[in-house]
């Protein structure tokens, strides 16, 4: 009897220390629960038969949440899942100029080095231009996607490949600035830095990055789109909506390393904790990426090599935001509190760098102020200074031919107003704003030239392309008789 008691003695305070037990997991994954529960309102809009998004957290080195939201695919109902793989956009920038720095590393290449030491089909444009430049967006060189844009041929629209690229860069007898000088966002200096990376190591940059970068992190779902029409399992098609519904937006294209990473949310945490605990490099190789660009006059900028540095409402934030054809990414940690966030999107709508903050906002809680900063003001249309007689829009009409875009622009007189022409159907009506310049819309801002009071060029001139001049051919050609 007992040894029956005792039995039942133990067995009592057993169960009470499981209950005690199970009762303080149990609270412990309250808030764990409860963050969830408000991750999912985030993504609340994409819980349908829609595209959507999945997002990782991770905190203080592990992974605390990867959750999706909508389908991979429309046309087969494919949902999204943790393990679904996006593309990300200019999040990739990250990893080609690690793979750069890796080389740095072995010797094999400085960032000092002028960029024709490994490139040589570039143009001299008198003024250093250095590898360290086009990491920092300092280059002054033209975005090669832009100048295509001018010339009607926009990325999505063909299919360009590295060779493309070097081809229409090593056209451009003008950077936007001289290197060091100014800042402007350009994807070419990041495919220029992806050939530099085969050229010097001998492999495909595809290759070197699995080799080099990939496998050792674990990251066994990512690769690069380096051939579109690789069969790529688990990939989501990327979409854009209108008011008809959503359509395929994909990115028909081999050019990478300005973009065209593949990988899943849970692989881009394993990129960020790299950061903070190196197996590929060591400490002084990753503070080296996030180190800020320095300007000629010695002015700190804001972008290291792929990552963007800054602030987010009083807490230290690292990351990148990305945006090719239908899919939106960002990936971003904040170091000093051990949280990383990564959100991809397969819709144009995703507003992952929105989604990303949001979710940010949860897990680092009180650690952020409070205090919102002011939106910076909208950039405001130029007044229209500009008020040309007829005389005046005639002495524009003509035809202007680029070997730089390939292209060739007619501008002729419409009535009351200049219109532009180009290949095969645009047509655009230019706004005067400014003496001798006129508002194009999507195509920028055109600035006509002269030379002894005679219009002979005209400049286009956009975000990531600075007065991409054409040459006047015929005078006069395209008036039509509507014209007075």
Excluded at 161 to 190: C, E, M, W
Excluded at 336 to 363: E, H, I, P, W
Excluded at 459 to 478: I, M, P, S, Y
Aim: glycine share 10%.
């Amino acid at each position: 009897m007992k040894s029956r008691r005792l039995l039942l003695t133990f067995l009592c305070l057993a169960l009470s220390f499981a209950g005690g037990a199970a009762g303080r997991v149990a609270g412990a994954q309250a808030p764990a629960a409860s963050l969830e529960t408000k991750v999912d309102q985030v993504f609340a809009r994409w819980n349908g038969q829609t595209p959507g998004c999945a997002v990782g957290v991770g905190v203080g080195g592990q992974g605390v949440l990867q959750k999706a939201y909508g389908m991979a695919d429309l046309e087969h109902d494919a949902p999204n899942t943790p393990d679904t793989i996006f593309e990300a956009g200019s999040v990739s920038k990250q990893f080609t100029a690690a793979a750069l720095l890796l080389l740095v590393r072995e010797g094999k290449l400085s960032l000092d080095d002028p960029v024709r030491k490994h490139i040589p089909e570039l143009p001299d444009y008198g003024s250093p231009l250095l590898v360290r430049h086009m990491l920092n967006h300092m280059s002054g060189l033209r975005d090669w996607g832009s100048v295509e844009a001018i010339a009607g041929w926009p990325r999505t629209t063909r299919v360009y490949t590295h060779a493309h690229v070097l081809d229409i860069v090593s056209r451009q007898k003008a950077l936007n600035f001289t290197p060091g000088t100014q800042y402007s966002y350009s994807n070419s200096g990041y495919n220029l830095a992806a050939i530099m990376v085969s050229r010097l190591s001998g492999k495909s940059f595809a290759e070197f990055c699995q080799e080099r970068l990939f496998k050792p992190l674990g990251m066994t779902h990512t690769s690069w789109r380096d051939d579109f029409t690789r069969i790529v399992k688990h990939r989501a098609i990327a979409y854009r909506s209108d008011a008809s519904g959503y359509s395929q937006a994909m990115p028909f294209e081999n050019v990478h390393g300005n973009g065209g990473l593949l990988t899943t949310v849970g692989d881009l945490l394993l990129w960020n904790e790299n950061f903070e605990s190196p197996k590929v490099g060591d400490a002084a190789f990753v503070a080296r990426q996030q180190e800020p660009g320095k300007f000629n006059d010695g002015k700190p900028g804001s972008y290291a090599l792929g990552l963007m540095v800054g602030q987010y409402k009083g807490v230290r934030e690292v990351g990148h935001s990305g945006s090719t054809a239908g899919y939106r990414a960002h990936l971003v940690r904040y170091p000093d509190r051990r949280v990383s966030v990564a959100v991809l999107c397969n819709v144009s709508s995703g507003a992952a760098t929105q989604y990303a903050r949001a979710v940010a906002d949860l897990y680092l809680g009180s650690a952020i102020s409070t205090t919102t900063a002011e939106a910076p003001p909208r950039r405001q249309p130029p007044p229209q200074t500009f008020h040309p007689t007829a005389a005046d829009l005639a002495a524009f009409a003509g035809t202007y031919a680029s070997d730089e875009a390939e292209t060739v622009l007619t501008i002729a007189v419409e009535g009351e107003s200049l219109v532009l022409k180009r290949r095969p159907a645009t047509k655009l009506t230019l706004r005067p704003t400014t003496e001798d310049a006129f508002s194009a819309g999507g195509l920028g801002t055109i600035r006509f030239h002269r030379a002894g009071g005679r219009v002979t060029e005209l400049g286009v001139t956009q975000e990531r392309v600075f007065d991409l001049r054409f040459k006047r051919q015929t005078e006069g050609a395209g008036k039509t008789e509507g014209a007075r």
